[in-house]
């Protein structure tokens, strides 16, 4: 299995400032046919279904501020969020869709100051 | 308007059954893998299940592996989760996802399961 290692578990930023958060898998998610990661990150606001961010390690989901951005390859990602905004709170997530099982970080829970 | 809408959650003693559905409305069912992902109380995202287009292959992770059993029916545009032999730590809120090569694109509002005696 995939294993997902996701840091920091936790961060408070005040609105304005940029915050990144890391994933790392402990096998290379480049799948060598396309040349691309199979690395998604989603964000989950309080009481809400999650919802996917970012595909493919780095394309924005259709609706998605352009303040986020996913970058890295292989095995280390990195999900920037640039002059965070209140609506910003939540917990974000990142899932390797490599192979099954399909496994996910443990999350980053984003607070703003 | 894509629509997965749950149901069939509730409280379950340790060891009985309880059957998950999905009506998914607004896409072309049959056309897409489908997911369950579940979320214990206070804790992060696991994946639970997921079916082929036809429902010929089925995945599980080895925590759910000969108890848990996805489903689905294309011509009603439903998704199920049959889970046996529940335990305490199946005690969750179940989520179904349309599930495409690169992520889970779209996912119902969740039902609760509770395990408990």
């Known amino acids: 299995d995939i294993v997902m290692t996701q840091s920091p578990s936790s961060l408070a930023v005040s609105a304005g400032e940029t915050v990144t958060i890391n994933c790392k898998s402990s096998?290379?998610?480049?799948?060598?046919?396309?040349?691309?990661?199979?690395l998604a990150w989603y964000q989950q606001k309080p009481g809400q279904s999650p919802k996917l961010l970012i595909y493919?390690?780095?394309t924005r989901e259709s609706g998605v501020p352009d303040r986020f951005i996913g970058s890295g390859s292989g095995t280390d990602f990195t999900l920037t969020i640039s002059s965070v905004q209140a609506e910003d709170l939540a917990d974000y997530y990142c899932?390797?869709?490599?192979?099954?099982?399909?496994?996910f970080g443990s999350g980053t829970k984003l607070e703003i100051k | 308007e894509v629509q997965l809408v749950e149901s069939g959650g509730g409280l379950v003693q340790p060891g009985r059954s309880l059957k998950l559905s999905c009506a998914a409305s607004?896409?072309?069912?049959?056309?897409?893998?489908m997911a369950w992902v579940r979320q214990a109380p206070k804790k992060g995202l696991e994946w639970v299940a997921t079916?082929?287009?036809?429902?010929?292959?089925?995945y599980y992770p080895d925590s759910v592996k000969g108890r848990f059993t996805i489903s689905r029916d294309n011509a009603k545009s439903s998704l199920y989760l049959q889970m046996n032999s529940l335990k305490s730590e199946d005690t969750a809120t179940y989520y179904c996802?349309?599930?495409?090569?690169?992520?889970?694109?779209?996912w119902g509002q969740g039902v609760m399961v509770t395990v408990s005696s």
């Open positions: 079916i082929s287009t036809s429902g010929s292959r089925t």
């Open positions: 996802a349309r599930e495409v090569y690169y992520g889970l694109f779209y």
């Open positions: 096998q290379s998610l480049l799948s060598s046919g396309n040349q691309k990661n199979y």
């Open positions: 607004g896409f072309t069912f049959s056309n897409y893998y």
């Open positions: 493919l390690a780095s």
């Open positions: 899932q390797q869709h490599y192979s099954y099982p399909l496994t």
